[in-house]
């Protein structure tokens, strides 16, 4: 079956450390996969999209990966702060049609 | 300006009771989503309209009925309301229906079934 899992559900880092948080598929070949943020009681916001012939994508502290050989997305927050505390989840488009598939979610604690 | 609004923010309501939910985005983007996100925070897609034609149903009980009166708007009605509908119902929306677009959320309709 089609999946799209992210690395244990909740992740504690002490502030001022690198979050690194993982995304795999399988039986997906996306052309592209997001990044989204999503702090309690609000819908999800936007923060990162790559495209499958790019290795790397930054914006700020954030930094994306993209490996389609290990079916894997790393998305990692330097120098981490409390306020980066929230859900991140990765979405991707698995090219087979017009929708949006989203991974389990990581809850990001950081610690002052 | 809210980009993608959803009212009502919270919906408590006895089973088999039907209810709405309405969606509007002041983006002008062409395409609508609603996604249902369970207690575990799971957020999975439900249905896609693009320029008021549905694209996407996905394998959603016909007691959920999208409908969309304009690009703008994307309202979802459900019928005889379960306890497993409880869930938070989120709507977004994205310029177009392929993958290289963000998606812009609504802060989601809180749906709790007694």
């Known amino acids: 079956s089609q999946k799209i899992e992210q690395n244990s559900e909740a992740l504690n880092i002490q502030e001022g450390k690198t979050a690194t948080l993982t995304c795999n598929y399988t039986n997906y070949s996306p052309a592209y996969l997001q990044w989204y943020r999503q702090d309690p009681g609000r819908g999800p916001v936007f923060l990162l999209l790559?495209?499958?012939?790019?290795k790397e994508k930054r914006k700020e502290r954030l930094k994306v990966t993209f490996d389609t050989t290990l079916k894997q997305s790393l998305f990692h927050i330097t120098a981490s702060q409390p306020a980066d505390s929230a859900t991140y989840l990765c979405a991707l488009d698995p090219s087979t049609g017009n929708q949006f598939y989203f991974g389990t979610g990581t809850s990001l604690t950081v610690i002052p | 300006d809210t980009a993608v609004s959803q009212t009502p923010k919270y919906l408590v309501t006895q089973m088999g009771n039907d209810k709405s939910i309405k969606c509007e985005q002041n983006?002008?983007?062409?395409?609508m989503y609603w996604y249902k996100q369970d207690s575990k925070k799971f957020l999975k897609i439900m249905f896609s309209?693009?320029?008021?034609?549905?694209?996407i149903n996905e394998t959603v009980p016909n007691r959920f009925s999208p409908k969309s009166p304009d690009k703008a708007h994307l309202n979802l009605h459900i019928n005889s309301l379960e306890l497993g509908d409880s869930a938070v119902y989120f709507c977004a929306s994205s310029p177009n229906q392929r993958g290289n677009q963000p998606q812009h959320f609504g802060d989601g309709t809180r749906l709790s079934i007694l």
């Open positions: 983006l002008g983007h062409d395409t």
């Open positions: 309209y693009n320029n008021k034609e549905l694209i």
């Open positions: 790559i495209r499958e012939n790019e």
